[in-house]
């Protein structure tokens, strides 16, 4: 952070003697740098809201997907006296549980590879050749390690979990909706 940066640098002020040498935080020394960084945090939030619909469509779709191939069981289901309303919430809980599923799933995934990266890391200098520079600053041995925010964690996972269940609910709208006649005379 900005403060523990302004620490470094004050305390190395204070240590080193003054013999013309000059201490800067990196954002001092690289002020392109930071720019940079803006640049790229801006584009990676558009990036994702453009990520963020097209999966909707794509869940919405694939649950629009299994109430058409199981037009036959939620017509029986209608045919023998369940409610509409029960028909969507029987989809939607079906919806609940295969994005909960989903989500540890993937959380397990991604913790593991987070732990892989947080020990190990990654190394860039190897990327860039011999070495980088960047306004007469060396770039070798840059390795780069993983950090878990665990709010922005936990906060996805719940974004998650809602997109996924505002994503079936016009399927499920449409599931409770079958005439049951119609829907038990639809062939598989």
């Not at 302004?6 to 003697?17: D, F, R, T, Y």
């Not at 997109?163 to 909706?177: D, T």
Request: cysteine-free.
């Amino acid at each position: 952070s900005d403060s523990e940066r302004h620490q470094v640098k004050a305390g190395l002020q204070g240590v080193l003697p003054t013999s013309g040498l000059e201490v800067l935080t990196w954002d001092e020394a690289i002020p392109e740098m930071t720019a940079f960084i803006e640049i790229d945090r801006r584009m990676g939030t558009i990036i994702m809201y453009v990520l963020v619909v097209i999966v909707t469509f794509g869940i919405m779709n694939t649950f629009m997907m299994v109430v058409l191939e199981r037009i036959r069981e939620l017509g029986l289901l209608a045919a023998i006296g369940m409610a509409p309303r029960q028909v969507a919430g029987l989809m939607m809980a079906e919806t609940f549980w295969l994005a909960l599923i989903s989500l540890a799933v993937g959380a397990v995934l991604v913790y593991g590879a987070h732990l892989y990266f947080a020990v190990v890391g990654f190394d860039w200098s190897s990327s860039f050749g011999e070495s980088m520079e960047l306004n007469s600053v060396l770039m070798d041995d840059m390795v780069m390690r993983s950090y878990l925010d665990w709010g922005r964690w936990l906060g996805g996972t719940v974004g998650v979990l809602l997109l996924v269940m505002a994503s079936g609910m016009y399927p499920a709208w449409r599931a409770s909706r079958l005439m049951p006649t119609e829907a038990m005379r639809t062939y598989e």
